[in-house]
Every structure is written in C-alpha cells, then in structure tokens.
C-alpha cells in the first residue's frame, strides 16, 4: 500500500506542471507561437513576431510597433500500452482534447529604442485519461492539469544590431489526479484516491539578438529553473471505514519539482528576398529533476516517500522554414529532434517518455496590412519503448512503474490573429 501511494503522490507533482508527454520531453510543453511551431518552434535566432516575448526577450527590441497576438492550440495526443510477451493485453488512453493559448503585447516606449511587452501562456497543461479499468489504474488513472505563465518584460536595443531583453515569470498551477486504490471494499463503490493541489512559483527568462550580417542573426536566451512548491494539497481517500487509520480523512501534503532551466541558441538565414531559414537548439538541464520528496501531514510515518527520478539533461535540435508565396501568403514548414531524459525503470503512467520526432507546417495570411492570420499543424511521431522488469529492479522502482511497451502520437492544430498598431 505504502508503494501505491508514493506513486500517487509522485504522479500528482510530475503532472501538476507538465503538460503533455507527446509534446517535449520529460514534462516540457513548446506551444509558444503559431509562426514559430510552424517552423519546428525555432525562431530564437530570428524574432518573427512579438511571441519572442516567450522564445527570445531581446528578439523584442527589434520589433518598431505595438502589437497584440491572440493564439491557441489543440492537443489530440493517444498512448497506447501492449504488455510484455506472451499476454496478449492492450490499452490505450482515451483523453479529451485541450486548449492551451498564448497572449502577447509590445508597446514602443517613449524611452528610445526600449520596448516593453508581456506574455500570458500556457506552457504546461493537459489532460490525460486511460481507458476504464485498464492494468496500471493503481498507478494513475485520470489527470486535469492547468497552467498559467506571465511574463511582464523589458528589451532594449543597443545600436543597430543587438537587442537585450529580460522578463520575470510569475508562475500558478492547479491539477486534479484520480487514480484506484488496491484495497477490498465492502460497499459498492471503487476505493480511489483524488489529489488536488495549486501553487505558484517565480523564476525569470534573459536574452540577446544580434545580427551578424544583414543575412545572418543569432540569437542566445536563458529561462531560469522554476520551483514549484504545493504546500498543504488536498488527498481525499475513498476507503472503507476500516482503512481510515492508513488513509485519514482530510490529510494533507506537501512536495516540490523542479521545472529546470533552458538554454536556447539560434541562428537565422535570409537565404534570398523571399526566404527565410532557422536553426535552433535548446538544452534543457533535466538533470535538476533528482527526485520526488513527499510529507503528509497525518500519517507521516507510513505515508511520506522519497522517489528517485535522476533525469539527464538533453539537447533538443530544430529546422525552419519561411517562404513568401505572395505578398498576402507566407508556407511553413519545421521539423525537430527531442530525445528523452527518463532512463530505463523510470517510466510511469503519466511520462511514458519517448524520443520524438515533431514534424510541422502551416502558413500566414495578410488579412489586412495591420492584421495577420497565422495557422501551424504538429504531428509528432515515437517509436515503441518497452520497458521491462529488470529494468525496474536494476534501479529499485520494481511494482511502482509498469512493465511493458509504450508508443505515443499527437496531432496538434492551432492558430493565432496579431494586430500592429
């Protein structure tokens, strides 16, 4: 009992600021820009639009107009498990699509060649339902994830060809976690446990633009480690009167994640008048994520865990493309290279983490010389990963992570409207 409800409680923290395992690696959602995601979500080395408020803070300082951008996407992501030969047993998820926006400002300030912005995204939410009864619903069943970034933020140009900028992320979160518990129930209803928890947490995002040539830009951004902190969530067991003393009515926890720092660099190419190029690499320092400490406040002796995650950092490589078809029209298209941080014996329900290949397009459309129309597709693609028995008990997490195959894919529509005024 005491190993089921480690990884309830580790479910909750992982999955109170990711957002979709599709997506990124680890618990790392790129939904920034519809321009940018269109182009593999590169665009540090060349601002696009005033979504660098996000990618780039000094990509802003080379933007000469005030402008808004309202932007939205939407997640058809499906997991599905095979277990290990020769049973014959499959699931799936069954999870109902969400919308994770983006709002961006930029307002020319009276100081000169200083700029000032703001950004409201969401770059972790998701919800992800397994099938009815499936192996692993002692492990995880159901979540319902929300999270919010706000991210006022200055840049300033120096000269004709650098821009810096810097912005402070104020970050809230708030999941709900549903699982079913492994205990006989004398009345007619399905011991579970539900988990609720919000917090809120600061952290800040720097960088520099610079242009080399009038072709060739360059682009570096830095967004610190976030950590986020549930103090005093809710467990609310449904139990049989005679588990009580195990699982108290009204207890309490609390637990910290790490949301770890990103380092971004970028270069962009105007191969000729109509034609533009980006490349772009981040890494991310996963290797902050060591492990998932619990405390309950009733039960504490039998209740508190200490789960092991020892992530490895990542780099994740990127390609884009811009064509002007007309003066109205701008294709699209992107790929990118994300490989997994979660080693062997770490996958669970909730990050049944793969290495994933996102391939990307869409366009933009003038629809007056003030407003643009911008729209992107996403397909990201896995290949199966099985993870076996002696794998888990090689590091110790035998009968808290399941045994068997995983493959994930998603299809991810969006699109955004900008006005410069």
């Not at 540090?44 to 951008?69: F, K, S, Y």
């Not at 060809?161 to 970050?171: K, L, M, P, S, T």
């Not at 967004?223 to 009515?249: H, N």
Request: overall charge negative; charged content about 15%.
């Amino acid at each position: 009992m005491k190993k089921s409800l480690t990884v309830v409680t580790a479910s909750l923290l992982v999955l109170c600021f990711s957002a979709s395992t599709a997506l990124a690696g680890g618990y790392q959602l790129n939904l920034l820009g519809q321009r940018q995601i269109a182009m593999g979500h590169t665009g540090v080395g060349m601002p696009l639009d005033i979504a660098t408020i996000g990618l780039n803070p000094g990509g802003l300082a080379t933007i000469d107009h005030n402008a808004i951008l309202l932007g939205s996407s939407a997640t058809f992501i499906s997991t599905h498990y095979r277990a290990p030969a020769p049973s014959s047993y499959k699931a799936k998820t069954d999870s109902p699509m969400r919308t994770p926006f983006s709002i961006y400002a930029s307002y020319v300030t009276p100081v000169e060649n200083l700029r000032a912005g703001i950004g409201i995204y969401t770059p972790y939410g998701n919800a992800l339902r397994w099938e009815e009864g499936w192996k692993y619903r002692f492990l995880l069943s159901e979540i319902s994830l929300t999270a919010i970034f706000v991210q006022p933020t200055l840049s300033y140009r120096i000269g004709d060809r650098i821009g810096v900028g810097a912005g402070f992320i104020f970050a809230y979160g708030a999941v709900n976690v549903q699982r079913d518990l492994p205990v006989d129930a004398q009345d007619d209803f399905t011991p579970m446990v539900e988990l609720d928890g919000t917090t809120t947490a600061i952290g800040f995002n720097v960088g520099v633009h610079g242009k080399i040539t009038d072709q060739i830009s360059f682009g570096a951004a830095y967004r610190s480690q976030i950590d986020m902190e549930i103090s005093g969530g809710d467990a609310d067991f449904t139990v049989p009167t005679s588990l009580s003393g195990t699982f108290p009515e009204g207890n309490r926890f609390d637990a910290a994640l790490p949301l770890p720092a990103v380092l971004s660099f970028g270069l962009g190419f105007k191969a000729t008048d109509d034609l533009r190029l980006n490349l772009d690499a981040n890494l991310t320092f996963w290797s902050a994520y060591e492990s998932l400490d619990f405390e309950f406040e009733q039960n504490p002796e039998t209740l508190n865990s200490i789960g092991p995650r020892n992530y490895n950092d990542r780099w994740i490589f990127r390609i884009g493309g811009e064509y002007d078809f007309n003066d109205r029209l701008q294709l699209r298209l992107g790929s990118y290279y994300d490989p997994s941080p979660v080693d062997e014996g770490y996958l669970t329900p909730e990050t049944p983490d793969v290495d994933r290949i996102g391939i990307s397009g869409g366009f933009g459309f003038a629809i007056t010389p003030q407003t643009d129309l911008n729209a992107s597709v996403l397909l990201v693609l896995s290949s199966p990963r099985e993870q076996t028995a002696q794998d888990a008990m090689d590091v110790g997490t035998f009968g808290t992570v399941p045994v068997g195959e995983f493959v994930t894919r998603a299809w991810i529509p969006g699109f955004s409207i900008s006005h410069r005024f």
